[in-house]
């Protein structure tokens, strides 16, 4: 079937007339309505997370001497949730007095060990559990990416396999020595609010968890997945340290001119703060060097020092920081 | 704690000569080294698919007028699904005889309903099932969004929920009565691999399910997710229509010359679909005016008919016709 843009542009302007919704279609076939299926159909499985679950102290002692966990999160995905992390975590561990851990919970699309330059290292059993791959000697790393035999090999698991691995990064991985302790420990999830973060929460339950920054991009179609991200932290009674605007603009290389590649329709994270009242954390704009550094597992902040980007990330980190040691977080 | 630039340059320059893999690290406290912990600890659940389900032949009769069924899908996430589907099924539309549908199972997710401008839309209920929200008289949509308290609420479900309303939307939906059934029914799904595409392939598994398209950006942290939802395909004997390269280059608005925001580094969807012996159907460019129209609910086709990403989209949707066309699918 042969498709002009003529074609499309006739067919189009010939339906415009039918372009109704549905109370107001003639079609003929069509029965009365009724009332709408009441949206009580949909209730959650929230209360889940609020059950005991036996592997929960157990957990609990493992991360007990960790002093911040910080979940990286996001309503929808691709807006450069693992980016962010990878970039926190390599900004973080740049003090070597801060060791610094990852661990990546996005089971089905396991990126960080791509972009943390680490993908053909192996996890290995020690006296303390499994141990965690070190990219630094205050870094280190934990995936199932590291477990698979390909990294072409997709990962086809329901719900509680994943909460099995996950439960397993936990409790059995060898989080660092009593006399030095991790001081950050971050996890990259994906996106939606599903079995991953039922099972991150339902974990860490008893361990305090520092917060949630919620990266997004400057669509509405992100923000209203942000919205619902929100709504997770606030029923998981999750703390959310703010959100971070990513792919806010794009400077041409060219010309120098700005363009708004996701464009902001309805004002973009900004006024979305506002409207919710949370803090936002920065806005990193558009380059490509960021991609580009990731598919390379380079630190971006490191061999661009001087982009815009490289700012917008340490004023980031600085402002996370800053809510970390706030008495309120402590 | 401050971190300016020259901080993090400085102790970055001070960490690197310990940037070591886990195997050289010298702190002494780490064990020796065992053996990796075996891959085979990761294997899938990928014969759960296999099982008889007692709901497979509702689905298969109440789907069986359906011509073509055709799966969206790609690894990772924000690369385009949603938008690529939308535009499909109103480019598929704009043929006034072809009948249309839509069903987003992206349960923790729904961007369909915003992205083709019904979300203010409801179910009801009738005669023949649940009727989907048309939005052009040969033009209709599913989607749990239609059926939320609020577009800030989160779906906070795991995996059988989510599989539960899967098969509604399959079983107890009224796709179009048998003197005028759908000739396309494209399922929009979430990124990777797990419970919303077992359960699809599962209940659809004698329905003789067209093809998948398979969404991607060029970089290749985004490839490395399509290699493993084409493994996926492989396993779950869906047959592949090819591949669609999104978000390939943006053409500066001011100067007009193009840049790679995700940079192909490994060659793009190109390089990848002639080493796996996939179609590659298209590669549509970033053009803000896509983001736009999705935030305001339109068809970008319809609206821009000179962009070039208009004229991508429809050779792409050309392509596909024909290889559905063609005697192999039918």
Redesign the interface.
Known sequence: ?????A???K??A??RP?????AQ???S???P?????P?T??R???P?VQLAHIDIPIVTERLAGIRHKILILS?????GK?TFTSQLA??L????NSEVGVVDID???P?IP??MG?EQ????????G??P??????LCVMS?GF???S????????????NG?IKQFLKDVDWG?D??PLDYLLFDT??????E??SIVQFLRNSNISGAVIVT?P????L??V??????CR?ARIPILGVVENMAG?V????H?E?????P??GGAKAMCEELGIPLLGSIP?D?QI??A???GQ?F??IN?SSPA??AY?SI??NI??LL?SPKSQ
Chains 1, 2 share one sequence.
């Not at 290292?121 to 303390?128: K, L, N, T």
């Open positions: 079937m042969p498709m002009s843009i074609r499309v542009q067919a189009r010939q339906a039918k372009l109704v919704l549905a279609t003639s079609r076939a069509r029965p309505r009724k009332a709408p299926i949206s159909h949909v959650d499985c929230w889940i309503g929808k995905g691709g807006v693992s390599f900004a561990a740049s003090d070597e089971v089905c699309g990126s791509k972009i680490c290292e192996q996890v290995h059993p020690s006296g303390g499994w141990s791959v070190y990219i630094m000697d205050n199932i477990m698979l035999p990294p072409d090999e997709a990962v086809i698991w329901r719900g509680p396999k994943k691995i020595s006399e030095r994906p996106p939606g609010t599903s079995d973060h039922l991009t669509q509405e179609v992100s209203q997945d919205r619902k991200e929100i709504d997770f029923k794009f041409c290389p060219h010309c001119s363009s708004k590649i996701f464009y329709t309805t558009l490509p991609g580009k990731c598919d390379f630190s902040i490191d020092p490289t700012k340490l980190i600085e920081n800053s040691d």
